[in-house]
């Protein structure tokens, strides 16, 4: 079993910049594909981004240049850096863990993580 925490949410203005963290419980934690996910009001949960238990990582095209996903395995810990956020960015952020496959790939379905966190506001002004 592993528990996940996202922390790190809030209000920001256009432009500006968040970290959001991810801990999570386990002492495997380094075998994980971790992944990012938000939804907004009225949209279904999309695929933000994602790092493989090997720490490669891969963004959808909607955030990429802009977010950047890391991990701490000594403190079981994965961030998701965002910079210059836009208002299409408001969402609820969550984070995903899966014991994956591929050591080296992560996975962009929903369906494919086993463990989330509870979600964390991200709401971006003009």
């Known amino acids: 079993q592993v528990q996940l925490v996202e922390s790190g949410g809030g209000l920001v203005q256009a432009g500006g910049s968040l970290r959001l963290s991810c801990a999570a419980s386990g002492r495997t934690f380094s075998s994980y594909a971790m992944g990012w996910f938000r939804q907004a009001p009225g949209k279904e949960r999309e695929f933000v981004g994602g790092?493989?238990?090997?720490?490669?990582?891969t963004y959808a095209n909607s955030v990429k240049g802009r977010f950047t996903i890391s991990r701490d395995n000594a403190k079981n810990t994965v961030r998701l850096q965002m910079n210059s956020l836009k208002p299409e960015d408001t969402a609820v952020y969550y984070c995903?863990?899966?014991?994956?496959?591929?050591?080296?790939?992560?996975?962009?379905?929903?369906?494919?993580?086993?463990?989330w966190g509870q979600g964390t506001q991200v709401t971006v002004s003009t």
């Open positions: 790092i493989s238990g090997s720490g490669a990582s």
């Open positions: 995903a863990a899966v014991q994956f496959e591929s050591y080296y790939s992560t996975p962009w379905a929903a369906n494919q993580y086993d463990y």
